[in-house]
């Protein structure tokens, strides 16, 4: 007896008949198609969602902040970085520069990257002050906080840090000139002061403000020392 289905994909014998029949059977040819080329999803796709396993198929997409740059990501802007720089090396205002930005908008790389430069410098001095270059930094500027604070003004932590680190440039500029002529002691002398009026000038302008009123030699003066000390772990006095 023979039954011969309608798709014609199988043939059915009878036992006597089977022992002369011979052959293979060929798998169907699946190809798993991950991609997205068609409307449709495809078999596999489709196989894997309708049993709760369309998870597997799902790519992670980056995200946008992972792909900051390392100074978007440390918060260090070079431009105003350098906005500032020229507001405390140019303090008079004929020139024009907004200083009081070094005030209002206060960052720590900047004045740390003066600081630590101001300290590599006086490694020619002393080698030991600077670790204390960067303590009196952060302690000195604590103390001027206090005191302003207590005085009235209304200033933060952070603004006095950055400020008192910014001012310490006219220091290292005037460095390199105390090298060359530091045999002649009274030309040292003048260009020691005139960078210690330098510093503390630019800091006493943007620290002290008119809220101080009559009080303001009692915070202009402490800033000057502070300077003068700075100075002193330069040159090893």
Do not use: H
Not at 30 to 51: C, E, H, V, W
Not at 172 to 180: E, H, K, Q, R, W
Request: charged share 15%; hydrophobic share 45%.
């Amino acid at each position: 007896m023979q039954f011969s289905p309608n798709n014609g994909d199988f043939t059915f014998v009878s036992s006597t008949e089977a022992e002369e029949l011979s052959g293979t059977i060929s798998s169907p040819d699946i190809k798993l198609n991950m991609g997205s080329d068609s409307g449709k999803d495809p078999y596999a796709t489709t196989f894997l969602r309708q049993r709760g396993y369309g998870w597997l198929l799902e790519v992670e997409e980056e995200d946008s902040e992972d792909s900051k740059p390392l100074l978007e990501e440390l918060d260090i802007d070079l431009k105003d970085i350098y906005y500032k720089i020229r507001c405390v090396l140019m303090p008079m205002p004929s020139l024009g520069y907004n200083r009081q930005v070094v005030r209002d908008n206060p960052d720590f790389w900047g004045p740390l990257a003066v600081v630590l430069l101001f300290s590599m410098i006086s490694i020619y001095g002393q080698f030991r002050v600077v670790s204390w270059i960067v303590t009196i930094w952060i302690f000195g500027s604590l103390t001027i906080f206090l005191l302003a604070r207590v005085l009235g003004g209304e200033v933060s932590y952070g603004q006095v840090l950055g400020v008192i680190g910014y001012s310490l440039l006219p220091l290292i500029v005037i460095a390199p000139l105390l090298l060359v002529i530091g045999g002649f002691e009274v030309v040292s002398t003048l260009i020691k002061l005139f960078g210690v009026f330098w510093a503390a000038y630019s800091a006493a302008s943007l620290l002290v403000g008119d809220e101080f009123k009559t009080k303001k030699p009692l915070l202009i003066y402490p800033i000057f020392l502070l300077y003068i000390y700075f100075l002193s772990l330069y040159t090893g006095v």
